[in-house]
């Protein structure tokens, strides 16, 4: 699909909304997103080009989903996606032919998940003989460099990829709090895209709670200066 044809479908849902000019290009974002600009009657969209090569129902449907947000603007309720949008990224082409450009485009993620002194292959196979995850073939490891975080790491759920900080490193730390850092950045991607937008903080902690020792390790987190 090219941009003139993403205007179109665009325009079709932003005449319905009481736009007379409506703009849409596609935009080569790190994550999946969607930008706009706009006035009283004008409206520009920037889309993630993750989604070039999807069918026009599912971008007439994400059309639909874009405007009912800007329309509900200032309410608490989280964005959604459709079924149709949702069942597309999710989908287990997507994750395989989007995660090498998301790869790509993050800035320091390492191409190995080999480190000085650690191996994030390892720490994920202890975390699936413990029976915290299933193994899932389409996660991408890597290390991330280049951040004055201290953040342990950062996932995207979506592209299934976990990137842990080049902070941890480190052959001082035990097998435990680090195979712990790592599990808290995998659970992210193991309870999947949150189709609703709503809010899963109380799931996600439930998660952490498994992992044995759970206070201890994050007491030692604190004691090198460094978060979930």
């Excluded at 205007?7 to 849902?13: D, G, K, L, N, P």
């Excluded at 006035?39 to 969209?45: N, P, T």
């Excluded at 292959?121 to 991330?144: H, Q, S």
């Excluded at 480190?170 to 097998?175: A, L, Q, T, V, Y």
Aim: include cysteine; glycine fraction near 6%.
């Amino acid at each position: 699909m090219n941009n003139q044809m993403l205007t179109a479908i665009f325009s079709v849902a932003g005449t319905r909304n009481g736009y007379d000019e409506v703009q849409a290009e596609f935009s080569p974002f790190r994550d999946f997103k969607v930008k706009w600009t706009r006035s009283y009657k004008w409206i520009a969209f920037e889309v993630s080009d993750y989604l070039s090569d999807a069918p026009e129902n599912v971008i007439e449907s994400l059309a639909i989903s874009i405007f009912r947000r800007i329309r509900d603007e200032g309410h608490d309720d989280p964005m959604s996606y459709s079924d149709a949008v949702c069942d597309w990224i999710t989908s287990d082409d997507f994750v395989r032919t989007k995660q090498p450009v998301f790869v790509r485009r993050f800035r320091g993620l390492s191409l190995s998940t080999i480190g000085d002194h650690r191996d994030l292959a390892d720490a994920y196979g202890r975390l699936v003989e413990m029976g915290l995850v299933e193994r899932d073939p389409d996660i991408y490891l890597g290390w991330a460099a280049g951040s004055n975080s201290r953040s342990v790491g950062r996932a995207s759920v979506l592209m299934k990829v976990v990137a842990i900080s080049q902070l941890l490193d480190r052959d001082d730390i035990s097998d435990d709090v680090f195979d712990f850092c790592l599990y808290t950045q995998v659970a992210h991607v193991g309870m999947g895209f949150n189709r609703r937008g709503d809010r899963r903080g109380a799931e996600y902690d439930a998660l952490l709670s498994k992992y044995p020792n759970r206070a201890e390790m994050e007491c030692a987190l604190r004691r090198m200066n460094m978060h979930i």
